[in-house]
């Protein structure tokens, strides 16, 4: 049986994603845990990650058939092993028979216990937000949790199922899309590669909302994955990064770079 998570745990954690942010050093998310290393989403990827200097980690979320809530990306196991069925399709022990590392979504918070952690929501169904944030609560991990939402609907149905939950506006527009953020009640909002400057970012911390850049100064489909780039982001005064590296948190380079002031 899965445990619930201790109250110091929660109370740490939480105040991670906890705005107002003050200048510091830039928080580092391991996306999908360290893919660069070990293969997303899986149990050995998230633990890479958290071993390897990241102050949290990042996953996405689909449901089975039965039901249960599984750690994956895409909506079929093609890329990650070889087989085109749907997740949705099967059942948790037909999937793992096809992908023998998928990961229980109770399993990832059990062993992520009190470490910040992004669920990724993107195009979630109302009814869908309502299971994961639901199961985040029966789980006792809504503290620890920043859900990122695409949409302004997926956020109010973050907020209506769960009202203290913190809220990370991922709307394509980015900085330009602050006041539609502060209206759902977002305490982050994804910041890219065009928002890259530090009137904007500057603007955005006035707001009271912590920044997070998932692309890279070069690309905005591909998350940061050098130290040039993060240290870069770190620079203009972001407040977090996700990034396929976590391990670059633990570069020298990035430590001396700091905030500007």
């Known amino acids: 049986m899965h445990g619930t998570q201790s109250q110091s745990d929660s ?3 939480a105040s991670f994603w906890a705005p107002p942010l003050q200048s ?3 928080r580092v998310i391991g996306h999908r845990g360290a893919p660069e290393y070990v293969l997303e989403n899986t149990a050995a990827s998230f633990r890479h990650a958290l071993t390897s200097g990241a102050d949290g980690v990042e996953t996405d979320l689909h449901l089975t058939a039965d039901g249960t809530i599984v750690c994956l990306h895409d909506e079929d196991l093609l890329r ?29 918070l059990e062993m992520t216990c009190g470490k910040p952690v992004i669920v990724d929501l993107k195009h979630a ?4 937000v309502g299971i994961y944030v639901g199961r985040c609560q029966a789980l ?6 920043l859900f990122t939402a695409y949409t302004a609907e997926i956020a109010v149905a973050v907020r209506q199922r769960a009202a203290p939950s913190t809220i990370g506006a991922f709307f394509p527009s980015g900085g330009a899309g602050l006041n539609v ?9 994804r910041v890219l590669p065009s ?3 530090r009137s ?6 006035r707001t009271g909302l912590g920044t997070i850049a998932v692309a890279s100064p070069r690309s905005s489909f591909q998350t940061a994955t050098d130290i040039d780039a993060i240290v870069a982001i770190a620079q203009l005064g972001i407040d977090a990064v996700i990034t396929d590296r976590p391990d670059l948190a633990e570069d020298p380079r990035l430590s001396s770079a700091g905030s500007p002031a």
């Open 200 to 205: 904007t970012i500057d603007n955005i911390r």
């Open 181 to 189: 953020a502060v209206s759902v009640g977002a305490r982050w909002i």
């Open 80 to 108: 990650v092993a070889g087989f085109h069925d749907a997740i949705r399709d099967l059942d948790i022990k037909a999937a793992r028979r096809l992908f023998p590392a998928l990961l229980a979504f109770d399993d990832f």
């Open 24 to 26: 510091g050093p830039l």
């Open 125 to 128: 169904t109302a009814a869908e």
């Open 11 to 13: 109370t740490s954690a």
């Open 140 to 145: 006792g991990a809504i503290n620890r949790i």
């Open 195 to 197: 928002d890259y400057d």
